[in-house]
Each structure stands twice: as C-alpha cells, then as structure tokens.
C-alpha cells in the first residue's frame, strides 16, 4: 500500500469515526452494539443527537483549519492556525470543546491564551488537540520523528495550557507517522514513549500497555490519556478499520472523539480502501468559518493528498 493511501486513509478514516461516533456521544458503552449487532448491517451512519447522518463534528472540523493552514501557510503558521480557529468558533460550530472554547474567547494573544486558562483552571488534560492530528501528522511525517512532535505539542498548546495534552497528540502524531511509513504503530511504541517528556511518561506507558483495557480508566474518556489509550486498544485488539472504529464508538462516552482518534490510526494502518463505502458515502464536514463550506470524500482526499505531497512544502 503506498503512503499516499495511508494518508487519505487517515484524513477520510478519522473524519468517519467522528461522524460514526456523534450520535453516541455520551451515551452507555455497549449502546452502538445494540443498535448495530452486525457489520454491515442497517445504517450505521445514522445521525441523532443534532448530527446529520455522515456529519463530522468540531474534531474533523478543527483537524481541516490545520491542514488548510499548514498548506495556504507553506508551513506551521500558529498565529494563523490560532486565528482561523477563532473564526469556526466564532462562526458558530455545533459542538465546540468547552476548555477550546474558553481559549479561544478569552481575549489573550495565541501564545499566551491557553497558559492564561491553564493558570486559571488548572485542568487542560482534555482530548481536545488529541482529535484534531490527522492533517498536521500527515503533512509533516516526512520530516521525521522530532520535527513531527514538536509541531504536535505546538499546535496542542494553543488551545491545552497541560503539558499533558501535547503529549498525548505528540504521541499520536508520532504513531500516525510510523503507519504512514508502513510501520506498525503498536511495535513502534516503546520507542515513541521514550521521547516523551520524562513527566509524563510513565503515566502514558501504563495506558498504552498491552495489558491494558478501557475498563482501567481512572478518568471520563474525554481525558487526553484514556482517550489515546482506548484508540490504541481498539486498534490492538481488532484486525481492521471498520471493527476498530466500532469497537472504539462502542465503548461509550465521547464516542466521535475517540472514535475520531481510532480511525485515524486504523485509517493510516489499513489505507482508505479499508474504510467501508457506506460510511464515506454520507460523509460530510461543515465547515463554519470559511465561508460555510461543506466538504465531502473527494474534497478530503484533496486535501490528504495535498498534505502528504513533499511539494506542499512550497
Ligand atoms: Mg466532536
């Protein structure tokens, strides 16, 4: 499978689950199952909740103002990546994560509005940058390992003042960028924990072991640890896209975010061929701040690629 397919896999597989996941969110583990018992069986893209059948929420939404950005930018901009998602949020997004939202609205400049609430609140830890790394990781994969974690913690630290938070998307960038190489995201995590901040690193190697199970969560998984770690189990214990985002909505709570996490890393593992038709088919992305745009498969598959091309350097 070439890279390029990985790419778009990721893009379109984490924009799925997002949408896969909105109807749930909140909502008991077990409540996506009993609903659809079989693969393939009914319309699982079902919509409820305020969401469209296929409609992607503030995950996918934020994850496309990235890629926009690092492409219009010709590189990681963060003033202008700050700005634009001052403009989504305040064009009025369906769901906006209430910490992003404090951010974003609290008048600071960009460097300084996430330390702002963090000294304030104190609690920054959500998934909120975790669910938005698929465009960012595909675009700087290529300049390897570092260069990919550090824009991962720059980019989560506009809107997370917790050290915990860059991590979690640092880490989820780093795993993304294994897949997209054709490694395994799964083997690679011994080495990606080692450049952790040596903070934070113990606590992220005990979710993300083998051993563990989303039934060992100390917190909501709106939390930045258990909701990494239960997209890595959901990828560990499954043998492809579709039963690793089922099994990730399944588990309950914030379903389109972990199911957003899920598939993009079952995406870039399994390539967009994997991700079943009648998922991507009603798949759609409003996107409030940039002239109320609503994009489809072939406008991601754009934008993955465009991303993942060295050229889009500039
Ligand atoms: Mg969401």
């Known amino acids: 499978m070439s890279r390029m397919e990985r790419a778009v896999g990721a893009v379109v597989g984490s924009a799925a689950g997002d949408a896969l996941g909105a109807p749930f969110e909140f909502g008991l583990p077990g409540a996506f199952s009993a609903r659809f018992p079989e693969p393939g069986l009914g319309s699982e893209m079902c919509g409820g909740g305020g969401w469209e059948a296929g409609e992607a929420t503030d995950d996918t939404q934020m994850a496309l103002h990235v890629g926009e950005s690092l492409l219009e930018r010709h590189g990681l901009d963060l003033p202008d990546i700050f700005a634009r998602f ?14 992003t939202e404090d951010v974003l609205a609290n008048g600071e400049p960009w460097n300084l509005a996430s330390a702002a609430h963090y000294k304030v609140n104190h609690h920054a830890a959500g998934n909120g940058a975790l669910m938005r790394a698929t465009t960012s990781a595909v675009y700087f994969a290529d300049q390897g390992r570092q260069a990919t974690m550090d824009a991962a913690r720059r980019i989560a630290a506009l809107t997370h003042g917790d050290r915990a938070a860059w991590e979690g998307t640092a ?111 009603p798949l759609h992305v409003p996107l409030p701040g940039a002239g109320d745009r609503v994009l489809r498969v072939p406008e991601l598959i754009d934008l993955a690629q465009r991303l993942a091309r060295p050229a889009a350097r500039g």
């Open 86 to 99: 001052q403009r989504w949020a305040a064009a009025g997004p369906k769901d906006i994560g209430l910490q």
């Open 171 to 281: 880490i989820h960038h780093e795993l993304l960028r294994v897949a997209l190489d054709g490694g395994d995201p799964l083997a690679a995590l011994p080495e990606v924990l080692a450049h952790v901040h040596p903070d934070h690193r113990e606590r992220y190697a005990n979710v993300l072991a083998p051993r563990w199970t989303p039934d060992h969560a100390t917190e909501f998984n709106g939390a930045v640890w258990p909701c990494l770690a239960s997209a890595v189990w959901a990828l560990r214990t499954t043998s492809s896209y579709e039963d690793a985002v089922r099994a990730a909505v399944d588990l309950g709570g914030d379903t389109d975010t972990v199911a957003a996490v899920t598939g993009g890393l079952a995406g870039a593992v399994y390539g967009m061929d994997a991700i079943p038709t009648r998922w991507t088919q």
